[in-house]
């Protein structure tokens, strides 16, 4: 495979409500991980939802870092999506439990890529 991104989802949980309710607090943890990740920081944004949770997307020259929070159940779920040899997104993975104080934290991380296959039609696969 021609390695070109790696992906972690973070799932955190036992959180306290308040932190994952918070679009500051959601904000300052994604772009301290970003720093921590050593990425370049294009832009973010952040949405409340009513009643409670937060959505919100790191946009980085090397690709993103998102989060949905769901205060209700003390859980969060951030993708950690980078491009390039120069990112440390496994320093953004680790960061985000100790920002959130979760109790319990699940790291999966994905090499992403493009696979070299023989020359062969592509039959279209479905996936519902």
Known sequence: ???RSTHFLVELWE???ERLDSVPDVRRALLEAARHA???VLHSAFHK???HGVSGVVVIAESHISIHTWPEAGYAAADIFTCGD???PERA???LPEAFDAG???LTKLTRGIRQVASQPRQAKNVA
Do not use: K, L, Q, W
């Open 38 to 40: 050593g990425v370049t």
């Open 15 to 17: 959180i306290e409500r």
């Open 1 to 3: 495979m021609d390695t």
């Open 93 to 95: 993975a680790e960061y």
């Open 86 to 88: 120069r990112a440390m």
């Open 49 to 51: 939802f009513n009643p």
């Open 104 to 106: 319990h934290v699940e």
